[in-house]
């Protein structure tokens, strides 16, 4: 058996791995189909103000993190709405977010070494607590979208044939965008706020070179975000390289092995 | 047209006024369309003609007046204009129609939908790889797949080239014929509307019903 399952920290970063990497690019396809990929950095850039508050507040910061998310996100969609382009919004909403948290910063006495774990992913420090939390997260997350796949697929391709099905756009935009704030809460823990976009998009954007359907696409990205994380975990665990970068730079080789792929055939 | 018309209107719009922030596009319509009608919707830029479409189909809220919709009478909607996101959209037409409907297994009704507007060759290939007038007519089928009883087509040819156009306009025809199904068909094209239409509406913040489509050549020949 591998040296590396010896040690709980790395289970559980496993277990932890393997649900956001099957998590995370299902609600990463939806953000690149929709042209809205940067609402995944916004909402990370946002959580780190809710992991501060976490923190000053004595509750767990992931906790406190999904919270503060889910409102910015519901936020954000209610300025949206307002006819304000969605990559302005996603503007205002990523400098708050880290104005609020270097603001905070000033008042913390004492946590800053876990604090900035959490700007680039801190697998070692993940604990059961947080396991429970992402594990629950996932679940519900992709219960729902599987639930409501067709109607997601529907407002993702046309707004204007999904209302005149009848379906409440407003109501589901909202629902994807609060889902949205819960997977990049409980990801960004894995590979950190400054990377948590990328292990949403990057395996998106490699399955898509390959040219396939929206459930064929979205099952080669859980693939590739699969192969990323576990990958990475080794990598990071037997060379003592930083996960969530290791996880990323091999999602992005991937992405340029599919891309040459494509562009050579 | 084999289609037989009813009296009982399925669509009603009475002092139906809708208006922007800089003023009413559509002015106290009053409208009725009856099951089994072919209506040409014309008029100029901007008269309302979309407007008027999206108020029928509940995209925009209804402001002043009062607007009746069979309830039994499912509504197919073709877009003027997919959003952009539709032309490079990762999903095979088939996926297109299987997701516009509810869960469960409608293998039959998609076979079909793509059987009558000719596009079951283009069953398994992505939307993105498709041309202007093959898209159109997935479109179509996409709507027939919902088994509307209205079928609301809004300027369906546009950016097709003339061939197409003229295999389009027959596949309406044969559908409207051998369905009776409402079509409510807004179009630039005034030629189209007179040949194809069984009566024609000019939107031009009101709107005036002529029954006899060739009519509105004489009348609205600038159009």
């Known amino acids: 058996m591998f040296e590396i399952f010896q040690f709980e920290f790395m289970i559980r970063a496993f277990i932890i791995g393997i649900f956001l990497s099957v998590l995370a690019p299902v609600l990463g396809l939806f953000l690149v189909v929709r042209r809205y990929p940067g609402l995944a950095d916004t909402l990370a850039h946002v959580s780190l103000a809710g992991v501060v508050l976490g923190f000053l507040l004595k509750i767990p910061p992931l906790l406190a993190s999904i919270g503060t998310t889910f409102l910015a996100a519901i936020g954000m969609e209610a300025v949206r709405r307002k006819k304000i382009f969605g990559e302005s919004v996603q503007v205002l909403f990523l400098s708050g977010g880290l104005a609020i948290a270097t603001v905070l910063l000033r008042f913390d006495q004492g946590n800053r070494q876990e604090i900035f774990s959490f700007f680039f992913g801190s697998i070692a420090t993940v604990s059961w607590q947080d396991v429970w939390i992402t594990l629950i997260t996932a679940v519900f997350a992709l219960t729902i979208i599987s639930l409501f796949y067709r109607t997601f697929f529907l407002v993702a391709l046309d707004e204007d044939l999904a209302q005149a099905q009848g379906v409440r756009i407003h109501f589901w935009n909202f629902l994807f965008v609060a889902l949205a704030a819960l997977t990049v809460s409980v990801v960004m823990r894995v590979v950190g706020i400054l990377l948590v976009g990328s292990l949403m998009i990057i395996p998106v954007l490699a399955a898509l070179q390959f040219g396939y359907g929206f459930f064929r696409t979205m099952m080669i990205a859980i693939g590739i975000s699969l192969f990323s994380v576990i990958a990475g975990l080794f990598f990071s665990y037997y060379i003592d390289l930083a996960t969530g970068g290791a996880i990323v730079l091999i999602a992005l080789s991937c992405f340029f092995g599919s891309f040459l792929y494509k562009h050579s055939s | ?223």
């Open chain 2, 1 to 223: 047209m084999s289609a037989k018309i009813r009296n009982k209107p399925c669509i009603n719009f009475e002092n139906v006024s809708f208006g922007y922030r800089d003023g009413d596009v559509l002015q106290n319509v009053n409208l009725s369309l009856f099951p089994g009608e072919y209506v040409g919707i014309v008029g100029p830029n901007g008269g309302g003609k979309t407007t008027l479409l999206k108020l029928l189909l509940g995209i925009l809220p209804l402001q002043k007046g009062s607007m009746f919709v069979d309830p039994a009478m499912r509504i197919g909607y073709v877009p003027q204009r997919l959003s952009q996101s539709v032309f490079d959209f990762p999903a095979t037409v088939e996926e297109v129609l299987v997701n516009s409907l509810p869960r469960g297994d409608h293998r039959k009704a998609v076979d079909c939908a793509l059987q009558i507007t000719d596009t079951m060759k283009y069953k398994k290939r992505l939307i993105s790889q498709l041309s202007g007038g093959e898209r159109q007519r997935v479109f179509i089928a996409r709507a027939l797949v919902l088994s509307p009883r209205i079928l609301v087509l809004d300027e369906p040819a546009t950016g097709v080239d003339t061939p197409s156009q003229d295999v389009f306009y027959r596949m309406i025809d044969r559908l409207h014929a051998l369905s009776g199904m409402t079509i409510l068909f807004v179009s630039h094209d005034l030629e189209i509307v007179a040949r194809e239409t069984t009566r024609c509406l000019y939107v031009n913040r009101t709107v005036t019903s002529y029954s006899c489509p060739a009519d509105i050549l004489q009348h609205h020949h600038h159009v």
